[in-house]
């Protein structure tokens, strides 16, 4: 089943324009940072023009750091997610599973989450939605 799912992902993004495959790549590696509890690897995918919810930049990696401290490897899977990108902006919207540990119980939470991305110098990065 391991083998198969990475070539149902490149099937999924053969029918995607070379923007849409970009966005997927940063949530690929979004997945990727989760999996393996790597922080750094995470805030490289945010925009030092990130804004939400009154965080900035640098309070949305901070925050990030501490949940990635605090969960460890996190098992996240997207589910039902769409890309829509318009010129130099993108949205990625869908519903999520997560299973973490908190304080050495397991957790499993569902919702629905809508990114926003932007197309920088340095490729695409997320401005807001976390």
Request: proline share 5%; aromatic share 6%; charged share 25%.
């Given at each position: 089943?391991?083998?198969?799912?990475?070539?149902?992902?490149?099937?999924?993004?053969?029918?995607?324009?070379?923007?849409?495959?970009?966005v997927?790549?940063v949530?690929?590696?979004?997945?990727?940072?989760?999996?393996?509890?790597?922080?750094?690897?995470?805030?490289?995918?945010?925009?030092?023009?990130?804004?939400d919810?009154?965080k900035?930049?640098?309070?949305?990696r901070?925050?990030?750091?501490?949940?990635?401290?605090?969960?460890?490897?996190?098992?996240?899977?997207?589910?039902?997610?769409?890309?829509?990108?318009?010129?130099?902006?993108?949205?990625?919207?869908?519903?999520?599973?997560?299973?973490?540990?908190?304080?050495?119980?397991?957790?499993?939470?569902?919702?629905?989450?809508?990114?926003?991305?932007?197309?920088?110098?340095?490729?695409?990065?997320?401005?807001?939605?976390?």
């Amino acid at each position: 089943m391991k083998r198969i799912l990475p070539l149902i992902a490149l099937l999924a993004l053969a029918g995607c324009s070379p923007q849409q495959r970009a966005v997927e790549e940063v949530m690929a590696l979004r997945v990727k940072s989760l999996a393996t509890a790597d922080a750094p690897l995470y805030a490289s995918l945010l925009s030092p023009a990130y804004r939400d919810k009154g965080k900035d930049f640098a309070a949305e990696r901070a925050e990030l750091e501490r949940m990635i401290r605090g969960f460890g490897p996190v098992s996240y899977r997207s589910l039902g997610r769409t890309v829509a990108v318009n010129g130099p902006d993108a949205t990625v919207t869908g519903r999520y599973a997560m299973k973490v540990t908190f304080r050495g119980r397991p957790l499993e939470l569902t919702g629905e989450e809508t990114l926003r991305l932007r197309r920088e110098s340095g490729g695409w990065k997320i401005v807001g939605g976390l």
